[in-house]
C-alpha cells in the first residue's frame, strides 16, 4: 500500500510516470518484485549482491551482478560490488577508503561488460557536524566530497554517466 501511495504521489507531483524503485535499505525480496511488478514498474534497484558480516548477508553472494529479468517485464539492476571478492561499492567505503577503491571495482565490472549501479545520499553532499552521528559517516561530507566525486567522474568519463533507466 506504501508503494502504490508514493508512486501515485510522485507521479502526480511530477506529472512523470514512475518506473523505477529502490527500497529503504536495499531490502530486496522476491515479494517486493512481485508487488513493484503488480503496480507497473519497470526496473528495480534493490538488490545490492554484496558481502558484508554484519551488514549485507552472505547468500547475496550468489546472486547476479549484472542487469537482469528476475520476473516476465521486471529488470532488476543490481548495485555495484567489487566483482571478485562482492565487497559493496557504495558512497560510506568511496568518502573513507578514496576514490581508489570505487576505481577499482568500477574497472573490474568494465572487464565483465557490466555497469556500474553506484549509488550516493543527497547528504553526502553538505557537512555533517555532529557528535551523535559515527565519524565514519560524516567523514570526508560536504566540499571534500564533492571534489572526491568530481575528479572521479573526470577520471572516468569514458563511460558517460546516467539514468538508470536509459540504460536497461
Known amino acids: 500500500a506504501d508503494v502504490k501511495k508514493s508512486k501515485r504521489i ?3 507531483i511530477t506529472k512523470n510516470k514512475v518506473i523505477g524503485f529502490r527500497a529503504p535499505q536495499v ?3 522476491m515479494k517486493l518484485l512481485q508487488i513493484l511488478k503488480k503496480l507497473n514498474f519497470k526496473y528495480d534497484s534493490s538488490l545490492h549482491p554484496a558481502f558484508l558480516p554484519g ?3 552472505y547468500k547475496n553472494i550468489t546472486l547476479p551482478l549484472h542487469i537482469h529479468e528476475p520476473l ?5 539492476v543490481p548495485i555495484a560490488t567489487l566483482p571478485n571478492t562482492r565487497f ?3 558512497w560510506l567505503f568511496q568518502r573513507n577508503l578514496g576514490n581508489w577503491y570505487t576505481q577499482l571495482g568500477v574497472n573490474g ?7 556500474p549501479v553506484i549509488y550516493m545520499h543527497s547528504w553526502e553532499f553538505a557537512k555533517i557536524k555532529s557528535k551523535h552521528v559515527p565519524f565514519y559517516f560524516t567523514r570526508r561530507t560536504g566540499l571534500k566530497f564533492c571534489k572526491q ?3 572521479f567522474i573526470k577520471k572516468n568519463n569514458r563511460f558517460g554517466f546516467g539514468r ?3 540504460n536497461i
Open 27 to 29: 531490502q530486496f525480496s
Open 149 to 151: 566525486i568530481d575528479k
Open 72 to 76: 516476465p517485464g521486471l529488470k532488476e
Open 164 to 166: 538508470v533507466k536509459d
Open 55 to 57: 551488514y549485507y548477508p
Open 88 to 90: 559493496p561499492i557504495v
Open 10 to 12: 510522485l507521479e502526480k
Open 109 to 115: 565490472l568494465e572487464r565483465k561488460k557490466i555497469n
